[in-house]
């Protein structure tokens, strides 16, 4: 419970890079994520280099954070091997979920920033990475160590009001 209460968008990182240990850990928690039918339909791009970070930062104003953050791991759907395909983008969130978590296990900051299903950034950010066609972008994932060490912070959100027992 800790580590999924504290977790938060972070959106400023100091400039120490993300150890490939570390990286390492983010996929195999992202691979663990339940699927539809087991389809596991993800693949991974993890973008290290600098010039890259900066192209993609120019996507959009809402992946503005990557001009300072030294990581971001983009998960991509392949289409071409769903058995379950209205399921897929559920079963991305899901790994896309389990490396917040995971990064936060490892004193780490990330953002999750929405990409599919607008086509827009979908294409721009397959254009920047070299995303065969059958792939689609789903999500991008800033990562990083967070400037503000205490950017990882409890937010209490529990509602009882949006909870229903039985029938609503
Ligand atoms: C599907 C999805 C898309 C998001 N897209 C963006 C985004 O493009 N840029 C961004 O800065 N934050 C993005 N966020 C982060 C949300 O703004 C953030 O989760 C929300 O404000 C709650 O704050 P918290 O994550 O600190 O709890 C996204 C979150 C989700 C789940």
Request: hydrophobic share 45%; charged share 25%; glycine share 2%.
């Amino acid at each position: 419970m800790e580590i999924i209460n504290i977790r938060r968008s972070v959106r400023s990182y100091s400039n120490k890079p993300v150890e490939k240990e570390k990286v390492e850990l983010l996929l195999r928690a992202a691979m663990q994520a339940p699927s539809a039918r087991n389809q596991q339909p993800w693949h991974f791009i993890v973008v290290d280099d600098e010039e890259t970070l900066q192209a993609l930062a120019t996507v959009s104003r809402n992946v503005q954070m990557l001009k300072e953050a030294p990581l971001a791991i983009i998960v991509l759907i392949d289409s071409e091997s769903l058995t379950a395909p209205l399921m897929a983008p559920q079963d991305a969130s899901a790994a896309t979920q389990n490396i917040l978590l995971k990064a936060v296990d490892l004193d780490l900051g990330t953002c999750w920033c929405g990409v599919y299903p607008r086509e827009e950034r979908m294409e721009a950010l397959a254009s920047i990475l070299n995303v065969p066609d059958r792939f689609q972008v789903f999500s991008l994932i800033a990562v990083g160590y967070p400037k503000d060490k205490a950017a990882n912070r409890f937010v209490d959100r529990f509602d009882p009001a949006r909870v229903h027992y039985n029938k609503f």
